[in-house]
């Protein structure tokens, strides 16, 4: 028969990172709590099909995946450029990142496939002299809801919903996603029921834990026929604590195995949707949910003047503002020493990482003496990239350089000679 000759291996939107092309690293389903992958943005290109013959199963596969590579090349060129351009297999093994298996069939000597192909952003577009710079929305708050046998569930369990955002490469989009890893008191904060509150001050505290400025709802409905059978995904993305809606839409499987497939499609789809709402303007953060609170004064009450004032010993108590600062944090290592780094801008009284999320991005909660200008200041002096969103820094060390040492910086001599 032919299926004992060629071996059936479907993993609809598993990753492959591709180290050149002479080695891979498979990474399975992963759970609630992963680190989402690829977050760099590199340029993607998907349903490249291959065809290759080999000597040899192995063979025909680094064949498949070269073709694929050549070929997504030329495709990435025709849509950056309009024109089409070529490179060696050498040149492509410096650009590509990843390899994406979306279908492959592997035979003794053959290999049919459907791929995708990942390639660094800044060097392909340095290659073909386009600009890379992607400017990018508020953080927002992403809420994966999923109704599967007529229960909503976000993070109280393990949902295929969950998963499929996991594995979603949002780096390339032009919304930047702040998604939650489901654990510890996540379940508690972000469920269902908190997604029908309309009052602003509740979210904004909900919001201000994971360091966002709005939150976005995507939810789905799966409808399914039998067991194994047809399943109906009625997908809907919303904004804002009003949920307001921005598209709807549903899609359609004919076996239970193609679950992953209609949800990776149904993400693609609200992703363009929310790209196609910040555009027009539709994501803009409403007033209310921005506006924080006036603290109120407590005024001093002067001494009576048949009083005569005693001299006490107090304790004088230092306070300043509190801001929420977001930080990426790939290692252990780049944790502590951002936290060293904050806490030695002038003016920082005290720098408490509240949310750790190693591989992507840690909340830290930092007291300093000024406004939130004078803090982005501070940071931008000290070497940081900093961006402000809804009364919230976010901070990033600039590609290629280490983290910023704390204590005072030395500012270089105009005399000393540089190499």
């Known amino acids: 028969m032919a299926l004992s000759r060629i071996s059936l291996n479907i993993g609809i939107a598993s990753a492959l990172a591709l180290a050149g092309v002479g080695g891979v690293l498979a990474q399975g389903k992963s759970g609630g709590s992963a680190v989402p992958i690829?977050?760099?943005?590199?340029?993607?290109?998907?349903?490249?099909?291959?065809?290759?013959?080999?000597?040899?199963?192995?063979?025909a596969r680094m064949g498949g995946w070269r073709l694929a590579q050549r070929k997504g090349w030329e495709m990435l060129a025709q849509r950056l450029t309009g024109k089409s351009s070529s490179l060696s297999d050498s040149a492509l093994d410096s650009l590509v990142t990843a390899v994406v298996v979306e279908r492959e069939q592997i035979g003794p000597t053959r290999y049919i496939a459907r791929l995708g192909v990942l390639f660094d952003r800044q060097k392909a577009g340095a290659v073909l002299g386009v600009?890379?710079?992607?400017?990018?929305?508020?953080?927002?708050?992403?809420?994966?809801?999923?109704?599967?046998?007529?229960?909503?569930?976000?993070?109280e369990r393990e949902t295929a919903w969950a998963r499929a955002w996991t594995r979603f490469r949002s780096g390339g989009s032009t919304i930047d996603y702040v998604r939650v890893r489901g654990t510890g008191p996540d379940s508690l904060l972000i469920n269902a029921g908190q997604t029908l509150r309309r009052g602003r001050n509740w979210w904004r505290s909900v919001l201000d834990q994971y360091g966002a400025a709005d939150v976005l709802v995507a939810e789905v409905q799966l409808r399914r026929e039998y067991p194994?059978?047809?399943i109906v995904g009625v997908f809907a993305a919303n904004h804002g604590p009003d949920r307001r809606p921005i598209a709807a839409?549903?899609?359609?499987?004919?076996?239970?195995?193609?679950l992953d497939a209609l949800l990776d499609a149904g993400i693609l789809r609200i992703d363009k949707a929310f790209?196609?709402?910040?555009?027009?303007?539709?994501?803009?953060?409403?007033?209310?949910?921005?506006?924080?609170?006036?603290?109120?004064?407590?005024?001093?009450?002067?001494?009576?003047?048949?009083?005569?004032?005693?001299?006490?010993?107090?304790?004088?108590?230092?306070?300043?503002?509190s801001f929420t600062v977001q930080v990426e944090t790939p290692n252990v290592n780049a944790l502590n020493a951002s936290e060293s780094a904050v806490r030695g801008v002038p003016g920082v009284r005290g720098a408490t990482t509240t949310s750790l999320a190693?591989?992507?991005?840690?909340?830290?909660?930092?007291t300093y003496d000024g406004p939130i200008g004078s803090l982005r200041a501070a940071l931008e002096a000290r070497g940081w990239q900093v961006q402000e969103g809804g009364g919230v820094l976010r901070i990033r060390r600039p590609q290629g350089s280490q983290a910023p040492a704390p204590g005072p910086q030395p500012s270089p001599s105009p005399a000393a000679p540089t190499d």
Request: aromatic content about 4%.
């Open 38 to 59: 690829d977050p760099s943005g590199s340029f993607e290109i998907s349903g490249v099909a291959v065809d290759v013959r080999g000597k040899d199963a192995n063979s």
């Open 131 to 155: 600009s890379t710079a992607l400017s990018r929305s508020a953080p927002m708050l992403l809420v994966p809801l999923e109704f599967s046998g007529g229960a909503g569930i976000v993070f």
């Open 228 to 230: 194994g059978g047809p």
């Open 249 to 258: 839409f549903a899609l359609r499987v004919d076996n239970g195995d193609s």
């Open 275 to 321: 790209q196609a709402a910040l555009s027009t303007g539709e994501l803009a953060t409403d007033r209310m949910l921005a506006t924080r609170p006036p603290v109120p004064k407590v005024e001093e009450e002067e001494p009576a003047d048949e009083e005569t004032p005693t001299a006490t010993p107090t304790a004088t108590v230092e306070t300043g503002t």
């Open 358 to 366: 190693l591989g992507g991005i840690s909340v830290m909660r930092v």
